[in-house]
């Protein structure tokens, strides 16, 4: 069993920065992949980024060269750090843990509770 729980959520300014931090327990982190999703309102959770357990890094179009995924295993902890945040990107954000750095919501076995993020205009 793993937990996970984000942090780092809140509200921002369109063009503004944050970085989101989701700590996990309960495996060993260095050997799980963990993603990155989001859900806005009346639409379906979406691809984000990931990271392999390698540190192999995939980004979903939109977030590209603006937002970064990495981890410090050491502290069981994988963080996105979002910079020039457009509202479009006002969602909940939800990390996930599985066996590899998929793109779908399904290849996923654990999920946080997710974290806000609001970008106003």
């Known amino acids: 069993q793993v937990q996970l729980v984000e942090s780092g959520g809140g509200l921002v300014q369109a063009g503004g920065s944050l970085t989101l931090s989701c700590a996990a327990s309960g495996r060993t982190f260095s050997t799980m992949a963990m993603g990155w999703f989001r859900q806005a309102p009346g639409k379906e959770r979406e691809f984000v980024a990931a990271?392999?357990?390698?540190?192999?890094?995939d980004y979903e179009d939109s977030v590209k060269g603006r937002f970064t995924i990495f981890r410090d295993n050491a502290k069981n902890t994988v963080f996105l750090q979002m910079n020039s945040l457009k509202p479009e990107d006002t969602a909940v954000y939800y990390c996930a843990a599985g066996s590899a750095p998929y793109r779908q919501v399904r290849q996923y076995d654990y999920w946080g509770q997710g974290t806000q993020v609001t970008v106003s205009s």
């Open positions: 990271i392999s357990w390698s540190g192999g890094r």
